[in-house]
C-alpha cells in the first residue's frame, strides 16, 4: 500500500475535483455536465457504465443513443414505431460484437474538433453535450433534456450513432424532422 491510512482506518482519499484536474479532466466538460436534467444526468451515467463494460477507450455517441433509447420515453416516441426501436435497440446491443468490436480501438470523431479529448468522452459525444445545452438554453432552458441529446447526436452525420440509426433503416433527416417539429424548435434555430 503506498497510501497511508488515517487514525480511522479509511485511507486519504484526494477530492473527486482535484482528481478530475489531475487526470486531465477538462473542467468545461464537468460545467457541461452540470447543466443536465436529472434524467439526461442519469443517461449519461449509463452510457458511461456501457463504455466501461464493453471496454471501450471513450463515451461515444453510441452509448448515448443506446441509454437514451432504454431510459426515456419520449426519445423513444421521436422514432416511427415500437418496432423500429426494438430494430434500433438490436443493433446497439450487437455493437460490443460484429461491427462495433472496430470501435474499440478507435476514437470517435467528426474530422472537425481534435481527435483525442482526455475526459473519457469521444469528441463527438462531448460535441453533442455542448450542442444539447446550447438547444436548451434557446429554449429558455437552463438544463438539457434527453430529446435536446437525441437531436444533437442525430445532427452529427459522422456519429457512430447516426451509422447505427442508418444500419436500423431509419431516415436520419426524417427524424430530426420530427424532433425539431415536436419541440418546436430546430438546432439552428
Same mark, same amino acid.
Given at each position: 500500500m503506498?497510501?497511508?491510512?488515517?487514525t480511522?482506518?479509511?485511507r486519504?482519499?484526494?477530492?473527486?475535483?482535484?482528481?478530475?484536474?489531475?487526470?486531465?479532466?477538462?473542467?468545461?466538460?464537468v460545467?457541461?455536465?452540470a447543466?443536465?436534467?436529472a434524467? @439526461?444526468?442519469a443517461?449519461v451515467?449509463?452510457?458511461?457504465?456501457?463504455?466501461?463494460?464493453?471496454?471501450?477507450r471513450?463515451?461515444?455517441?453510441?452509448?448515448l443513443?443506446?441509454? @437514451?433509447?432504454e431510459?426515456?420515453p419520449e426519445?423513444?416516441?421521436?422514432?416511427?414505431?415500437g418496432p423500429?426501436?426494438?430494430?434500433?435497440l438490436?443493433? @446497439?446491443?450487437?455493437?460490443?460484437?460484429g461491427?462495433?468490436?472496430?470501435w474499440?480501438?478507435?476514437?470517435?470523431d467528426?474530422g472537425?474538433?481534435?481527435?483525442?479529448?482526455?475526459d473519457?468522452?469521444?469528441?463527438v459525444a462531448?460535441g453533442?453535450?455542448?450542442?444539447?445545452?446550447e438547444?436548451?438554453?434557446r429554449?429558455?432552458d437552463?438544463?438539457a433534456?434527453?430529446?435536446?441529446?437525441l437531436?444533437?447526436?442525430?445532427?452529427?452525420p459522422?456519429s457512430?450513432?447516426?451509422?447505427?440509426?442508418?444500419?436500423?433503416?431509419?431516415d436520419?433527416?426524417?427524424?430530426?424532422?420530427r424532433?425539431?417539429?415536436a419541440t418546436?424548435?430546430?438546432?439552428?434555430a
Amino acid at each position: 500500500m503506498t497510501r497511508s491510512e488515517g487514525t480511522d482506518g479509511v485511507r486519504d482519499v484526494q477530492s473527486r475535483t482535484s482528481h478530475q484536474q489531475a487526470a486531465g479532466h477538462d473542467p468545461v466538460r464537468v460545467d457541461i455536465e452540470a447543466r443536465l436534467s436529472a434524467e @439526461l444526468a442519469a443517461v449519461v451515467i449509463g452510457a458511461r457504465r456501457r463504455a466501461l463494460r464493453d471496454g471501450d477507450r471513450q463515451i461515444d455517441t453510441a452509448h448515448l443513443l443506446h441509454t @437514451l433509447l432504454e431510459s426515456d420515453p419520449e426519445v423513444r416516441e421521436a422514432f416511427e414505431s415500437g418496432p423500429q426501436v426494438a430494430r434500433l435497440l438490436g443493433y @446497439l446491443v450487437q455493437r460490443s460484437i460484429g461491427y462495433g468490436l472496430r470501435w474499440q480501438s478507435s476514437v470517435e470523431d467528426s474530422g472537425a474538433i481534435p481527435v483525442v479529448t482526455e475526459d473519457g468522452w469521444s469528441p463527438v459525444a462531448a460535441g453533442a453535450l455542448e450542442v444539447a445545452c446550447e438547444r436548451a438554453l434557446r429554449r429558455g432552458d437552463e438544463r438539457a433534456g434527453a430529446v435536446d441529446l437525441l437531436a444533437a447526436i442525430v445532427a452529427e452525420p459522422e456519429s457512430r450513432a447516426v451509422e447505427v440509426l442508418g444500419r436500423a433503416g431509419v431516415d436520419v433527416p426524417v427524424l430530426l424532422a420530427r424532433i425539431d417539429a415536436a419541440t418546436g424548435r430546430g438546432i439552428e434555430a
